[in-house]
T-cell receptor, first 112, second 114 residues
């Protein structure tokens, strides 16, 4: 069974204080690892897809990296508008590959 | 494009009543998903449609839940009869191709069953 564990559950940062969010996963064969951002009262919004170990993707202050067992979402010099819940999800190869298995998320709060 | 549109945004009902949630996917997307989100279990896939055909409904909790997609621009999720444990946020999502590559979520329906 595919599993995704995100840590920490919640993270408070001062504005400008860089940090990383962790996503550990267990999957029989990885087709893709996804990062989403979810604001209160809204649906998840797509950020990145990573496909193979060693791959990195960047968007503004966010950088996602992938190893064979985990992914990190690095946040550089965060701003209050980066406050949100960040969700990680894995997509397995083979039958049922349309399924995303989500972690429970990390709630990030950036304090001015 | 307006994105994935869900209605209603909030629904409060009493135990035993029928609840119908509605979704309009992004035009041109051929895959549609219904998810449920709770604090305890996170996001869970309920059902997946491809080209309006239900492909996988193994996530539907029980027979009280049913979903339809009569055409490419409309889907419903029905709960009959509703129970307090059904209280959650229900999301509809669509994607451009078979499988998922990139999911676009609606804003969800917050369901409270009293």
């Amino acid at each position: 069974e595919d599993q995704v564990t995100q840590s920490p559950e919640a993270l408070r940062l001062q504005e400008g204080e860089s940090s990383s969010l962790n996503c550990s996963y267990t999957v029989s064969g990885l087709r893709g690892l996804f990062w989403y951002r979810q604001d209160p009262g809204k649906g998840p919004e797509f950020l990145f897809t990573l496909y193979s170990a060693g791959e990195e993707k960047e968007k503004e202050r966010l950088k996602a990296t992938l190893t064979k067992k985990e992914s990190f979402l690095h946040i550089t010099a965060p701003k209050p508008e980066d406050s949100a819940t960040y969700l990680c999800a894995v997509q397995a190869t083979g039958a049922g590959s349309y399924q995303l298995t989500f972690g429970k998320g990390t709630k990030l709060s950036v304090i001015p | 494009d307006a994105g994935v549109i869900q209605s209603p945004r909030h629904e409060v009902t009493e135990m035993g009543q029928e609840v119908t949630l509605r979704c309009k996917p992004i035009s041109g997307h051929n895959s549609l998903f219904w998810y449920r989100q709770t604090m305890m279990r996170g996001l869970e896939l309920l059902i997946y449609f491809n080209n309006n055909v239900p492909i996988d409904d193994s996530g539907m909790p029980e027979d009280r839940f049913s979903a339809k997609m009569p055409n490419a621009s409309f889907s419903t999720l029905k709960i009959q009869p509703s129970e307090p444990r059904d209280s959650a946020v229900y999301f509809c999502a669509s994607s451009l191709r078979d499988g998922i590559e990139k999911l676009f979520f609606g804003s969800g329906t917050q369901l409270s069953v009293l």
